[in-house]
């Protein structure tokens, strides 16, 4: 079922159905999309350029504003090329044409990755084998059978979940010529330092990766990217259709985008803020017995052991208190309704309070009661 639509959203709270709420949902992480200079440099980018690049960066559709940000994001996540592209749908597709442009002619695809990178493989014409959820040993069984040159694929943080991908295994075990792809829309602007994505946080050698991410979520932007050696990214520039035939971002998100970046650089506080508050919403769901939530994603699916209809009645609970705690019923998720609540670095105190005050009270099946406490 298609979500309420919201009418009016600032970083943390949104109106809809007539009524303000605070949100604990979606994937602003940093609060980007509505930080005060982006939105300024937006507004800047609208008289320079109007709305739209209105053709393919091949032909007349390429701007100053798209070379900066490709040069930009290059720079922050430490890889030696980036091409842009119009979203994150389409540089999973970019990324995998190119590779079977230069000879890749299997994909080994974690069974839970997100459904663009099957449709990606698919559509760049490679055999598709799935491995076990974040089963590195089975990956390396599945990549056995096939011919090199090969690419093993997957979400380096999974949105359902949060859950994170074993990278740095899967990597060690490609063969000589094989490829990782990370799909890391969840993990830039999430993990490593200040935000530069799971490639930072794991030290992973830039040789044989392959990076896609979204601008749309943590950068609260719009558009796509892939990153990774010049030499692959001449091969996606020259070979794939998915840049080549389609017209890239609006120049106004191209620009927001370059301040976004800027601004992580910036304020190192806000990825550190991003860190305590998932910290602090992971440590308000294990006084209520869930111990399995990772901290260092602002990801936390979730149902305590409740039933779809309690689940219901404590979403209810925190609307007419004024939370929104988002529940979902989206694929790759720990049960088919689960709470899939996000924090950002742009949550204060008072409203992380809020939530503590909505969830603190639950009980959950899992969770002994303090001694002398009555159910
Ligand atoms: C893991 C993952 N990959 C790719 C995409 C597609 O990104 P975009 O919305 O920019 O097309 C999404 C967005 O929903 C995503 O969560």
Same mark, same amino acid.
């Given at each position: 079922?298609?979500?309420?639509?919201?009418?009016t959203s600032t970083a943390t709270t949104a109106t809809l159905r007539g009524r303000e709420v605070i949100v604990f949902g979606g994937c602003n992480y940093l609060g980007l999309a509505q930080h005060p200079s982006v939105l300024a440099a937006a507004t800047a980018a609208l008289n320079n350029y109007g709305l739209s690049a209105s053709a393919s960066r091949e032909t007349t559709g390429n701007t100053s504003a798209h070379q900066d940000l490709e040069r930009a994001l290059t720079e922050f996540c430490g890889f030696e090329s980036g091409l842009l592209v119009p979203d994150g749908y389409i540089a999973n597709l970019a990324a995998l044409q190119a590779l079977a442009a230069s000879g890749c002619s299997a994909a080994v =695809?974690?069974?839970r990755a997100h459904p663009s990178l099957a449709d990606a493989a698919r559509m760049a014409g490679l055999e598709l084998h799935r491995f076990r959820h974040l089963d590195t040993g089975h990956a390396a069984q599945c990549l056995e059978r096939l011919k090199p040159r090969a690419v093993v694929i997957t979400d380096s943080v999974f949105a359902a979940d949060g859950a994170i991908a074993p990278s740095t295994d899967l990597h060690a075990m490609l063969r000589p010529?094989?490829? =990782?792809?990370?799909?890391d829309c969840h993990g830039f602007c999430v993990l490593g330092n200040q935000g530069r994505g799971t490639a930072d946080a794991f030290a992973l050698s830039r040789d044989r990766l392959v990076v896609t991410t979204t601008l749309?979520?943590?950068?609260g932007?719009?558009?796509g990217v892939v990153l990774g050696t010049q030499s692959l990214i001449e091969t996606c520039r020259r070979n794939s259709t998915a840049y080549i035939c389609?017209?890239?971002a609006s120049p106004i998100l191209t620009v927001a985008a370059i301040e976004a970046v800027r601004v992580m650089q910036r304020h190192a506080e806000l990825h550190e803020s991003l860190c305590a508050n998932s910290n602090r919403v992971a440590a308000l769901l294990r006084s209520i017995g869930d111990h399995t939530q990772d901290p260092r994603t602002p990801i936390f699916a979730f149902t305590l052991g409740l039933s779809a209809e309690t689940l219901r009645e404590i979403h209810q609970r925190a609307w007419d208190q004024g939370v929104w705690l988002p529940l979902v019923e989206y694929p790759g998720g720990p049960a088919p309704v689960y709470f899939r609540l996000s924090v950002s670095a742009a949550h204060t105190p008072d409203q992380i309070d809020k939530l503590t005050a909505v969830l603190g009270s639950v009980q959950s099946p899992t969770c002994p009661l303090p001694s002398g406490a009555k159910p």
């Amino acid at each position: 079922m298609t979500a309420p639509p919201l009418d009016t959203s600032t970083a943390t709270t949104a109106t809809l159905r007539g009524r303000e709420v605070i949100v604990f949902g979606g994937c602003n992480y940093l609060g980007l999309a509505q930080h005060p200079s982006v939105l300024a440099a937006a507004t800047a980018a609208l008289n320079n350029y109007g709305l739209s690049a209105s053709a393919s960066r091949e032909t007349t559709g390429n701007t100053s504003a798209h070379q900066d940000l490709e040069r930009a994001l290059t720079e922050f996540c430490g890889f030696e090329s980036g091409l842009l592209v119009p979203d994150g749908y389409i540089a999973n597709l970019a990324a995998l044409q190119a590779l079977a442009a230069s000879g890749c002619s299997a994909a080994v =695809l974690d069974e839970r990755a997100h459904p663009s990178l099957a449709d990606a493989a698919r559509m760049a014409g490679l055999e598709l084998h799935r491995f076990r959820h974040l089963d590195t040993g089975h990956a390396a069984q599945c990549l056995e059978r096939l011919k090199p040159r090969a690419v093993v694929i997957t979400d380096s943080v999974f949105a359902a979940d949060g859950a994170i991908a074993p990278s740095t295994d899967l990597h060690a075990m490609l063969r000589p010529e094989d490829v =990782l792809l990370l799909d890391d829309c969840h993990g830039f602007c999430v993990l490593g330092n200040q935000g530069r994505g799971t490639a930072d946080a794991f030290a992973l050698s830039r040789d044989r990766l392959v990076v896609t991410t979204t601008l749309a979520k943590g950068l609260g932007c719009a558009g796509g990217v892939v990153l990774g050696t010049q030499s692959l990214i001449e091969t996606c520039r020259r070979n794939s259709t998915a840049y080549i035939c389609t017209t890239p971002a609006s120049p106004i998100l191209t620009v927001a985008a370059i301040e976004a970046v800027r601004v992580m650089q910036r304020h190192a506080e806000l990825h550190e803020s991003l860190c305590a508050n998932s910290n602090r919403v992971a440590a308000l769901l294990r006084s209520i017995g869930d111990h399995t939530q990772d901290p260092r994603t602002p990801i936390f699916a979730f149902t305590l052991g409740l039933s779809a209809e309690t689940l219901r009645e404590i979403h209810q609970r925190a609307w007419d208190q004024g939370v929104w705690l988002p529940l979902v019923e989206y694929p790759g998720g720990p049960a088919p309704v689960y709470f899939r609540l996000s924090v950002s670095a742009a949550h204060t105190p008072d409203q992380i309070d809020k939530l503590t005050a909505v969830l603190g009270s639950v009980q959950s099946p899992t969770c002994p009661l303090p001694s002398g406490a009555k159910p």
